[in-house]
């Protein structure tokens, strides 16, 4: 018996880094996934490997910012699997600058998908949630929601968002016994980063600010975050799991 045998699981952003972890991971423990991203070939590869294996998984070429495609996206799910149980509002983007160099179109791209995809993630999710009576929302946010960071502006304001409305979703359902919890990682090693980290000086100083002396990976986060899904965090809602290699203690 897997950690989430019998559990229908949707999870964005899946087509790379953290999210495709997760989706592997959720499909070994027994879930039926459905997977969704932009990046529709890339996508289709994570899935066909899932079911390939001894999983259960479809993949649906999704924008997060898109309100239509997120009906779309829970229709499906409920005609191929029959309900929704966890939702892991995982995909994201991350625009380097300052508040002055900021364009307003960066901030309100930075916005609209990791702020307002998270919240239209939760409107179409929690109503399936509702009728059958429980759910689990593992929404991701950042260290960048609770420390100054410096250079991203509009994405530590995007994640700010997700970690306060994450509160406000957790209050609103915990008598629906709908769980609403935010992960905070820091650094991690993914195609979201690696640019900026082939560069040994940007990579040393985020060594320098992570205590354990290593980078993240996204099987640091997705144990975190297969916990907070599964029914072993039942008495969990509402909190913010930090995984950063001890930075925020600093
Ligand atoms: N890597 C880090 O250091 C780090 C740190 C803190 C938080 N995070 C957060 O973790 C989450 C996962 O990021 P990652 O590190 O795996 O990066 P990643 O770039 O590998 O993955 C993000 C995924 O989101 C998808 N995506 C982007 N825009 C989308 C849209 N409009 N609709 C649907 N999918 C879209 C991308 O195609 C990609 O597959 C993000 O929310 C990110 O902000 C990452």
Same mark, same amino acid.
């Given at each position: 018996m897997g950690r989430l045998t019998g559990k229908v699981a949707i999870v964005t &952003?899946?087509? &790379?880094g953290q999210g495709a972890y997760e989706a592997e991971l959720f499909a070994k423990e027994g879930a039926k996934v459905v997977a969704t991203d932009v990046q529709i070939d890339l996508l289709k590869r994570v899935v066909k490997d899932i079911n390939d294996g001894e999983g259960q998984a479809i993949s649906l070429k999704h924008d997060v910012a898109s309100e239509e495609d997120w009906q779309t996206v829970v229709r499906s799910t409920v005609e191929n699997? &029959?309900?929704? +149980?966890i939702l892991i509002n995982n995909a994201g983007i991350y625009i380097t600058n300052k508040v002055e160099g900021t364009t307003l179109d960066e901030w309100n791209k930075t916005m609209s998908i990791n702020a307002t995809g998270v919240y239209l993630g939760m409107k179409y999710v929690i109503p399936e949630m509702l009728d059958s009576g429980s759910g689990s929302i593992v929404n991701i946010s950042s260290i960048d929601s609770i420390i100054g #960071? &410096?250079?991203s502006a509009a994405y530590a304001a995007s994640k700010g968002a997700v970690r306060s409305l994450t509160k406000n979703a957790a209050f609103s359902y915990a008598e629906n016994k709908i769980r609403v919890n935010s992960v905070h990682p820091g650094v991690i090693i993914t195609p979201m980063n690696e640019h900026q980290l082939a560069s040994e000086a940007t990579k040393t100083f985020a060594q320098k600010n992570t205590p354990l002396p290593y980078l993240g990976k996204p099987e640091d986060v997705a144990y975190g975050v297969l916990y907070l899904a #599964? +029914?072993? #965090?039942?008495?969990?809602?509402g909190t913010e799991l930090v995984i950063d290699g001890g930075l925020l203690t600093l």
């Open positions: &952003g899946a087509a &790379g699997y &029959g309900r929704v +149980d #960071s &410096g250079n #599964s +029914d072993e #965090s039942k008495f969990v809602t």
